[in-house]
């Protein structure tokens, strides 16, 4: 009887060693796809970065037009992106905005912008975008250049949106006011473009080498 009950209790103990290692075997097996499913998942939420954290959308937009076209180049380049915005909103109406905006630009004015403008030491590439008001940039355009002392080793990509101006006669008003930046050809919008811009925005960056 003692022989026969020493040899259950074993039966026992190795049944109870299999049941363990079984067990284990199926927890190891729902765990791996757990894992892999994580890291796919993290790897799609991960933004396109041709530029290596080296590039920064910067726009000013009134209507939303300039920026949805900063949130294309951001899409494609994987770029940090700022709004600027004035303290002092400008109006809705449009002809009311123009003449707002003549008499900014009769005055020279430098519109006081609201909020910390970013530090552009780690930036190379900065992707500056602006509506075309009267033919040119916004004034509140040059009261964020002319914040900085120097734009060197910068490179300035401009790009637009208007009804039908293109660039204007914004890029001498830039290049006056971004001491020492590198320029390269700019982007020009227009409303009938607004809608596809997705395919002007990528021949432009891929023409910028980007």
């Known amino acids: 009887m003692r022989k026969l009950s020493l040899s259950l209790i074993g039966l026992g103990i190795l049944m109870l060693i299999a049941v363990i290692w079984v067990t ?6 729902q765990t791996n796809p757990t894992k892999q ?11 396109n970065q041709p530029t290596n954290g080296k590039a920064i959308v910067i726009y000013m937009t009134h209507t939303g037009n300039t920026e949805a076209v900063a949130k294309t180049i951001q899409q494609q380049v994987g770029a940090d992106s700022f709004r600027l915005q004035t303290k002092e909103t400008y109006p809705t109406s449009y002809q009311k905005m123009l ?25 190379t590439y900065i992707f500056l975008g602006y509506p075309i008001w009267l ?42 006011q971004a001491k020492h930046a590198t320029f390269r050809p700019g982007l020009a919008i227009t409303d009938s473009q607004l809608a596809d811009r997705t395919q002007p925005v990528k021949a432009w960056l891929k023409r910028n080498k980007f």
């Open 24 to 29: 284990g075997r199926k927890a190891v097996k």
């Open 37 to 47: 499913q994580t890291v796919a998942t993290i790897t799609k939420k991960r933004p």
């Open 99 to 123: 003449k707002v905006a003549r008499a900014e630009q009769t005055s020279d004015a430098r519109p006081e912008l609201s909020g910390r403008l970013p530090d552009l030491k780690k930036y």
């Open 135 to 176: 033919n040119k940039n916004p004034m509140a355009i040059n009261t964020f250049l002319s914040h900085y002392s120097s734009f060197k080793g910068k490179t300035i990509l401009p790009f637009t949106t208007s009804g039908s101006s293109g660039l204007g006669a914004s890029i001498p008003e830039l290049k006056q």
